[in-house]
């Protein structure tokens, strides 16, 4: 089955700073990459997606780039700001009504003002 | 809309104890998940239901029974509960838009589940 890998598991950036997290994934079937954000307390909710026939997506701060060949994608934030700090998963799967998602073990982002 | 709920947000059971935790959703989708979430393991699926009335297993579905009786309600139920299941248990949703490509799961806020 699909193994999604990522990393950091913990990162602490400086506000106004940018924050990159990254993922590998390992069935080359999957075709579709969402990444949500886990603010405490509460379920994940998507931030970003991106599909397999799109190389880089972006939505004002938040980018996610895409590489197959490497099998790897990642999730760039720039100028963050503490509201940013919240645990982020990746996730792959293989897209088409039901989707089997394998999400990564996420990444606690700490923004220090 | 409420999205998605869950019942109860917070549980203590005594090991060998049964329980069932509900799932709730108003947005008419067709699918519908369980996972648990421990640390340093990510969301790790139990079981799914791809409409109403048929259910199957994910990853982690031993110790777990689920049933969806109708389209908005998903149940996981515990028969005998054990301290592995201590965890936090997030159901979520989603539905098929076909050739747009955007499959996003609606997460519920949680359960948290304590068996000691």
């Known amino acids: 089955g699909e193994n999604v890998e990522q990393h950091p598991s913990t990162l602490s950036v400086q506000e106004g700073d940018s924050a990159v997290i990254k993922c590998t994934y390992s069935?080359?079937?999957?075709?579709?990459f969402p990444w949500y954000k886990q603010e405490l307390g509460k379920g994940p909710q998507l931030i970003i997606d991106i599909r397999s026939n799109v190389g880089e997506k972006k939505d004002q701060r938040i980018a996610v780039t895409l590489n197959k060949t490497a099998k790897h994608f990642s999730l760039h934030i720039t100028e963050t700001q503490p509201e940013d700090s919240a645990v982020y998963f990746c996730?792959?799967?293989?897209?088409?009504?039901?989707?089997?998602?394998?999400f990564g073990i996420g990444t606690k982002l700490q923004v220090i003002p | 809309n409420a999205g998605v709920t869950q019942t109860p947000k917070f549980r203590v059971l005594k090991t060998g104890q049964s329980m069932t935790l509900l799932c709730a959703q108003d947005m008419n989708h067709e699918y519908m998940y369980w996972y648990r979430q421990d640390p340093g393991m990510g969301l790790r699926l139990i079981h799914y239901?791809?409409?109403?009335?048929?259910?199957a297993k994910g990853e982690v579905p031993d110790g777990y029974n689920v049933s969806r009786l109708k389209k908005q309600n998903f149940l996981l139920g515990l028969e005998s509960a054990a301290p592995s299941q201590t965890s936090v248990y997030f159901c979520?949703?989603?539905?098929?838009?076909?050739?747009?490509?955007?499959?996003?799961?609606?997460f519920g806020p949680g359960t948290r589940l304590t068996v000691t």
């Open positions: 069935d080359s079937a999957s075709n579709y």
């Open positions: 239901s791809v409409g109403e009335g048929t259910t």
């Open positions: 996730a792959a799967s293989i897209g088409g009504g039901y989707q089997k998602v394998t």
């Open positions: 979520a949703s989603s539905y098929s838009r076909q050739g747009q490509g955007t499959y996003e799961q609606y």
